[in-house]
Nanobody
Framework: QVQLVESGGGLVQAGDSLRLSCTAS????????MGWFRQAPGKEREFVAA????????YYADPVKGRFTISKDNAKNTVYLQMNSLKPEDTAVYYC?????????????????WGQGTQVTVSS
């Protein structure tokens, strides 16, 4: 079992930056691929970014490419999402996720561990 806890969300203005953190505990060895998803009001949860178990491979959804960066600190069992040049369209609850059976994954169906989410609100 793996427990994930997100932090770092908040209220910012367009153009600002935020850094989200997701700390894993429990059987972290079972956490292979990790990723970030978000769910905006009235919309379905969507993929944001993913990172492979080794931290070498990263993937991003088109709307965040060039603005967001996913990274990890294995010593701290923490995954980060650096969000720059935030837009009102980025407003959502952001969730981190981990897969116990894939090295890298882009679909929510491939993740079996989820955090409770952290709110990111971007005003214009």
């Amino acid at each position: 079992q793996v427990q994930l806890v997100e932090s770092g969300g908040g209220l910012v203005q367009a153009g600002d930056s935020l850094r989200l953190s997701c700390t894993a505990s429990g059987r972290t060895s079972s956490s292979n691929a990790m990723g970030w998803f978000r769910q905006a009001p009235g919309k379905e949860r969507e993929f944001v970014a993913a990172i492979s178990r080794g931290g070498v491979l990263t993937y991003y959804a088109d709307p965040v490419k060039g603005r967001f960066t996913i990274s990890k600190d294995n010593a701290k069992n923490t995954v980060y999402l650096q969000m720059n040049s935030l837009k009102p369209e980025d407003t959502a609850v952001y969730y981190c996720a981990a897969s116990s059976y894939r090295r890298v994954a882009l679909s929510s169906d491939d993740y079996d561990y989820w955090g409770q989410g952290t709110q990111v609100t971007v005003s214009s």
